[in-house]
């Protein structure tokens, strides 16, 4: 292989329609100052230091195409090793030194384009890990004879309420007060019979969107016209943990 002959910097081109590489001979300097008729670009806020690296020092070709052990092969060749300075009157590094600065800036400029072609982390929508299951809570209140009776159920979860019934009470019983907690959900001094509260009755779903939080009391009051039960079952959700 013939020995090149370094002719300085300038600016190359590939060909469109040929692939070809074009040299534009006008913008040829031998100083390293920065190509003639051309501005320099370190101040542009818009420059990108990516092709800044590949000539920052010495000059070398671009190792991203695979010249890096190519330019240590024309070192050995050409008798470079051992030159202190090169064809345009400028100091050389040793050469592991050059080829260590070449993969530093090659490492650098793979974490810049990973950092640029990374997309952006989004944050996961917030799930709701937590079901409703059915349930029903059950409670009664016998009395001797006639009299007012009251049921008290203490909840050991959360719990929305659906729908009530009296089925097991006493025949005449009637309802007087529903508590959940502190909150009056109905209330009659009169009190309604028991049997509005039939499973075939129209009243159905009476406390539908009624909650109550876990620890809290649901009272339901009534009046027996004799001795017997007071039996109140209530049918709604409790949350279901997944």
């Given at each position: 292989?013939?020995?090149?002959?370094?002719?300085?910097?300038?600016?190359?081109?590939?060909?469109?329609?040929?692939?070809?590489?074009?040299?534009?001979?006008?913008?040829?300097?031998?100083?390293?100052?920065?190509?003639?008729?051309?501005?320099?670009?370190?101040?542009?806020?818009?420059?990108?230091?990516?092709?800044?690296?590949?000539?920052a020092g010495e000059y070398s070709v671009d190792d991203e195409f695979g010249y890096d052990d190519e330019l240590d092969e024309y070192d050995d060749e050409f008798g470079y090793e051992d030159e202190e300075v090169d064809e345009f009157g400028r100091r050389r590094l040793p050469r592991g030194q050059r080829?260590?600065?070449?993969?530093?800036?090659?490492?650098?400029?793979?974490?810049?384009?990973?950092?640029?072609?990374?997309?952006?982390?989004?944050?996961?929508?917030?799930?709701?890990?937590?079901?409703?299951?059915?349930?029903?809570?059950?409670?009664?209140?016998?009395?001797?004879?006639?009299?007012?009776?009251s049921v008290k159920l203490r909840l050991q979860h959360d719990f929305k309420a659906e729908d009530i019934t009296f089925v097991g009470?006493?025949?005449?019983?009637?309802?007087?007060?529903?508590?959940?907690?502190?909150?009056?959900?109905?209330?009659?001094?009169?009190?309604?019979?028991v049997s509005v509260f039939s499973s075939n009755s129209f009243v159905r779903g009476m406390l539908k969107g009624q909650s109550l939080k876990a620890g809290l009391d649901i009272t339901v009051n009534g009046e027996l016209p004799s001795g017997g039960d007071f039996a109140v079952?209530?049918?709604?959700?409790?949350?279901?943990?997944?």
């Open positions: 292989m013939s020995k090149l002959i370094p002719l300085g910097l300038a600016l190359i081109f590939r060909d469109a329609d040929t692939h070809e590489l074009v040299v534009d001979e006008d913008t040829l300097t031998r100083d390293g100052a920065g190509f003639a008729g051309t501005p320099s670009f370190a101040g542009d806020p818009g420059y990108d230091d990516e092709y800044d690296d590949d000539f080829k260590a600065r070449r993969q530093a800036r090659r490492q650098a400029r793979q974490g810049r384009r990973q950092a640029r072609r990374r997309p952006p982390v989004l944050e996961p929508p917030p799930t709701n890990h937590e079901a409703w299951g059915k349930t029903a809570l059950a409670g009664r209140d016998t009395l001797a004879d006639q009299g007012t009776a009470s006493v025949a005449g019983a009637k309802v007087t007060s529903i508590f959940m907690g502190d909150r009056v959900v109905w209330a009659n001094a009169d009190g309604i019979d079952t209530l049918l709604g959700l409790k949350p279901i943990h997944c």
